[in-house]
């Protein structure tokens, strides 16, 4: 009998301002929750692509990524070109298609690269900067 009082004192003592509060607190977190694993789970990161080289700036490779940007749509895609500015760091590891060790200014415009990031990346139309952990140079413009 003590046990059925004391919890029917405290029930008591909640207004139902207070059980909406905790409700409602309680479906904001788990709106919260949904919403992060649907977006993590929207779009799968990318490691690594190929692409040719557009323009070469101090450090940085900028190439069209429109293909990373528009690669999970669906429905009719824009015929907007996307270009990603990629950072060479001191870091980044710069070789040929056989593994040979080159430098940045054996790069040309109009090569083909291999790009692999950092750490995998979201590449979408507001995210298009990113560093690279290493470039292959897979083809050479002639």
């Known amino acids: 009998m003590n046990q059925q009082r004391y919890i029917s004192i405290i029930w008591n003592n909640f207004t139902q301002g207070d059980v909406?509060?905790?409700?409602?607190k309680r479906i904001s977190v788990l709106l919260?929750?949904?919403?992060?694993?649907?977006?993590?789970?929207?779009?799968?990161p990318i490691q690594s692509f190929e692409e040719t080289i557009d323009s070469i700036n101090t450090n940085e490779f900028v190439v069209n990524c429109s293909d990373q940007v528009?690669?999970?749509?669906?429905?009719?895609?824009?015929?907007?070109?996307?270009?990603?500015?990629?950072?060479?760091?001191?870091t980044t590891k710069l070789e040929d298609s056989e593994g040979n060790s080159i430098q940045f200014k054996d790069?040309?415009?109009g090569d083909i690269i291999r790009i692999i990031l950092s750490k995998p990346k979201n590449i979408s139309q507001d995210h298009r900067s990113f560093d690279a952990k290493e470039i292959v140079l897979m083809d050479a413009k002639p």
């Open 32 to 44: 919260v929750v949904v919403f992060l694993i649907m977006t993590a789970c929207n779009r799968n």
């Open 107 to 109: 790069f040309s415009q």
């Open 70 to 90: 528009n690669r999970d749509k669906k429905g009719p895609i824009n015929s907007l070109g996307y270009l990603c500015k990629v950072g060479v760091t001191s």
């Open 20 to 24: 909406r509060r905790v409700l409602i």
